[in-house]
């Protein structure tokens, strides 16, 4: 399984910004995928996540209202539309997969892609 997330980027505070997620190597029909974030300063921590075949959503109370997960089937591609950006949103964001939905643990995502930067100016 690979998953590679990219779109990041330097946004002023307020601004607007879409992650992407490729995921390949196998079917996703009974996962979840997720996006997390990290910063130096803190442990890395649950975003948002999406069941593949149902389309359920579930957010992080500090990102509920601002931030979008949704799919693509087709492209096997999972997006983070991030509105209303804030300078505590900057962080190393990470997509993830894992076979059980609705969960925010680490150790629930067996599979993670590398970190794309999002930096949000104030």
Request: hydrophobic fraction near 35%; charged fraction near 15%; charge should be positive.
């Amino acid at each position: 399984v690979q998953l590679q997330a990219y779109g990041g980027g330097l946004v002023q505070a307020g601004g607007s910004l879409r992650l992407s997620c490729a995921a390949s190597g196998r079917t996703f029909s009974n996962y979840a995928l997720a996006w997390f974030r990290q910063t130096p300063a803190k442990e890395r921590e649950f975003v948002a996540a999406i069941n593949w075949s149902g389309g359920g959503t579930y957010y992080a109370d500090s990102v509920e209202g601002r931030f979008t997960i949704s799919q693509n089937n087709a492209k096997n591609r999972v997006y983070l539309q991030m509105n209303s950006l804030k300078p505590e949103d900057t962080a190393v964001y990470y997509c993830a997969a894992g076979s059980r939905f609705g969960v925010r643990q680490l150790d629930e995502y067996g599979y993670w892609g590398q970190g794309t930067l999002v930096t949000v100016s104030s």
